[in-house]
């Protein structure tokens, strides 16, 4: 009998409670290892039920603490020990209200000033860096880029930002990361051969970092049947992985191992691996060596050499359902064959190379 999403989330709690008997304890950890997504749910809510367990202890202590300090007659201790205060001081017990009104304006008017200004997202990331490329702060010829894309298919300037995407069909859809495409007006794709097609955006998910555009240029003839899958189920660490993106204008492979289940800060929605990441690979595909795609690189580590960050298959799987289908002028039917199961590497790469794509943002 199929369990509902209620009793599964009570077993959980029972788990971790530490109320199961010992057979109900050993079904429950063998259950784990045999089902990825079960083990990811548990996981999940065992990192829910931490965080709502830190807040109630938060908001008791505040509560212990405001009933000694009720106990407590403030203003007779202050009476017997203090001095008068100076004459600034009862100025500011005075006319306080009115200072205060003062400030949190000022404050509201900086706040609004800092937000504009994009400051605390510049905040945010001072642990990790999302890897979009500035391509007009590379110091490269124009020239010598514009050899690379035929005039016919795309602008001769290189953009002003740039990242990795890939083929989520052979009809022209493409998956990248939302920072990628962020405030773009205007977006291009580039291809291994260096042909450039414009291209549109038809969903964006900004909770998972996600975004999914559709070639939309004439010039684009299809693509051949895509050589790989989508892992459905949770890697484990230690697997051995690679990526290919575009750090610069060709493309670059590099390979590594998953480090934890787990991104920065405990994040259930990426991987951490160990692989050498730079700006521009956001938006490339990572896969295990039976070329399965288990993610798509997002970001690393500021302070830790080789510690990047992808955003686990399972949620670009969640956010293609969530496209509305009114939204796309094609049918996207993701593949179920892979073909680079058994192949070398340097194969594999081969077989990738025209389904891997610069993004480019103007």
């Known amino acids: 009998m199929m369990k509902s999403e209620i009793d599964i989330i009570n077993q959980i709690d029972a788990y971790l409670r530490g109320e199961l008997s010992d057979s109900e304890l050993a079904d429950f950890e063998q259950k784990r290892l045999n089902d990825a997504a079960f083990d990811l749910k548990v996981v999940e809510h065992s990192n829910l039920v931490s965080h709502l367990s830190e807040y109630s202890e938060i908001i008791k202590l505040k509560s212990d603490m405001n009933i000694i300090h009720e106990s407590l007659d ?15 001081i009862r100025l500011w017990k ?25 400051f605390f997202s510049k905040s945010i990331s001072t642990n990790v860096s999302l890897l979009r490329r500035e391509i007009n702060s590379i110091k490269k ?20 930002f740039g990242g990795t995407g890939f083929a989520l069909s052979s009809n022209g859809y493409v998956v990248t990361n939302y920072h990628v495409i962020k405030g773009a007006d205007s ?133 293609i359902d969530a496209i509305p289908q009114d939204s796309l002028d094609e049918k996207l039917v993701l593949s179920k064959k892979n073909s680079l199961s058994g192949l070398s590497r340097k194969d594999q790469f081969k077989k990738l190379e025209p389904f891997i794509y610069m993004v480019k943002v103007y």
């Open 187 to 319: 977006l291009y794709v580039q291809n291994s051969e260096g042909e450039a097609f414009k291209a549109k955006m038809i969903y964006i998910d900004p909770a998972y970092d996600l975004a999914v555009l559709q070639i939309v240029d004439p010039a684009f003839e299809g693509l051949a049947a895509l050589p790989y899958t989508f892992k459905k189920s949770a890697s484990d660490v230690g697997e051995d992985v690679f990526t290919i993106g575009f750090p610069r204008d060709d493309q670059v492979y590099g390979k590594g191992y998953v480090s934890s289940k787990n991104g920065f800060a405990g994040d259930t929605v990426a991987y951490q691996v160990s692989i050498p990441v730079n700006p521009g690979n956001s938006g490339g595909p990572l896969l295990d060596n039976r070329g399965n795609v288990i993610g798509i690189i997002n970001g690393k580590q500021t302070q830790v050499d080789g510690a990047a960050f992808a955003i686990k298959s399972t949620y670009i799987l969640k956010s």
């Open 74 to 88: 403030i203003y007779a201790l202050k009476n017997e020990v203090a001095p008068e205060a100076p004459i600034y």
């Open 141 to 160: 010829s124009q020239n010598d880029l514009i050899k690379n894309i035929k005039p016919s298919k795309g602008p001769s300037n290189p953009g002003e």
């Open 94 to 118: 005075k006319y306080r209200i009115n200072t205060a009104i003062a400030a949190t304006v000022a404050l509201i008017a900086v706040s609004g000033t800092l937000l504009s200004t994009g």
